[in-house]
């Protein structure tokens, strides 16, 4: 998760007033009505969402005497942000179902080495793989069919990546249990990746020779990398396509050097096709995503025209706010909710070697990993290309158009409750289902990236040849059949992040 500091404030709404007066420190109020700091911090976390928060439920429908915020006081402030933040979800049927309002450990950016937070993790994932190579719509799940755990992709400086890990591999022991396909492997799975009770584990991995490596993996701090792969790849009539995998979307300060690597080689060659490969990309920093729009953005795309625009609750967008007066609205990297800053049009006057590059075709390899900020991505250029952008996959994207402000209390814990949505230069939002793939596709956990014959990469490169790709379902519901099991989750704050 990367998460950008924009200082500490805590306490009651009538108390904040003091840290108004120097918007430079870090100030924690401290009301002497009694109260402790973990109800201080329910406190603060019910009224910055009563102000914040994008869906009017919580103004409309609460109090602070009808919400009660200290009877979601818990052990430690992260539990009790957890807590308060459970029941501002449960006022919005969206974000109930999917759960976009989160909160973490408290994370001071200012005193490391990037702005960006490091992420402690595996850092690698896993996915099932299926003998059938069936997209998820067109698959019934079964023992039979089961190919193995297979590693999705790896950051290159986590301890897995360090001790050589790749993906193609599959888990097939873990602490010397065997895995299968059986609700006990998805437990020990979410042990390692969701819940994170799994701190160490002994993983025997089998590679694709069949060849077994047991190697002992921690769970780590370290920088992740937002390009994990890029190539120009050849399609089988002879045609060049740039290939990127793009994980997330990090602060452009810390990103941007790779992305231009990858680009720039892309430019260089004059290539006019690009895969976009954002199957796993969580999302990010919309900041990023501009960078990156421009980039991929037509040749008919001027600076004239618009890109996306920022919309907030109605109260934000009037000025009336108080409490992120103390925050956000006097920092530059956010603009004022009630200014025209928030319409947001391309640029392509940037003189780096990254744009634009132009491309006449763009095709995107998505899943339901592939989230927030990835989704704006897509629905900022999609009115753009004429029906030459083409979405591959094996399942719908996450589905988030609503995004969040960081805020921080008490230099103890991070919360994020959803403040803001995008809609797309034809004023289209994204989908709470996602985008669908155009062609459902498999994706193919046992092939490396950059393999021509990987099943959405090969789809992507049939079509710039314009051959008809062979897919085995074209229609019908996106999502798993009933009798498979859950998936195996990643910790909330590694995905569906849309940060401004």
Known sequence: ???????????????????????????????????????????????????????????????????????????????????????????????????????????????????TQPESSYGFFVKSGWKSRLPIAGRTAIPSDFAGWFVTYVHPNSDAGKKGVQRTWKIVKVNNTALGYNQSSVDILNNMFYDETTKSANVTFEKPGGEQVSLDLSIASFIPSSVLYSNILQSPKGAKAGYMVYKFFDLLEDSRAAIETALGSFKNAGVKNIILDLRYNNGGFTRTQDYLANSLSPATVSSSNKMYTYYYNADLQAGNYTLMRTRHSYSPTYYKPESSGNTVNFNKTDNSKGFPINPTNLYVIIGDQTASSAELLINDLKPYFNGNIKLIGDDNTFGKPVGFFPIDLFKKVTFWTVSFMTKN????????????????????????????????????????????????????????????????????????????
């Open 1 to 115: 998760m990367r998460v950008f500091n924009m200082g500490a404030v805590g306490g009651l709404l009538l108390l904040l007033a003091a840290s108004c007066r120097d918007k430079k420190k870090d100030v924690d109020v401290k009301p002497d009505d009694g109260s402790t700091e973990i109800q201080r911090v329910a406190d603060s976390v019910y009224l910055f969402s009563r102000e914040i928060y994008f869906w009017d439920e919580i103004r409309t429908n609460t109090t602070y005497e009808s919400f009660n915020p200290r009877q979601y006081a818990k052990g430690t402030d992260l539990e009790t942000a957890e807590a308060t933040l459970a029941a501002v979800r449960n006022t919005n049927a969206h974000d109930k179902e999917k759960g976009y309002s989160y909160a973490t450990d408290y994370y001071n950016a200012e005193t490391g080495s990037m702005a």
């Open 425 to 500: 230069s034809s004023d289209q939002q994204v989908s709470y289902d996602g985008f669908a793939p155009e062609l459902k596709i498999y994706d193919g956990v046992d092939k490396a990236w950059g393999d021509v014959t990987e099943d959405c990469t090969k789809a992507a490169l049939d079509l710039v040849d314009g051959t008809p790709v062979q897919v085995a379902i074209t229609t019908g519901t996106s999502g798993r059949a009933a009798t498979s099991l859950p998936k195996v989750q990643l910790k909330k704050q590694y995905y569906d992040n849309m940060l401004r």
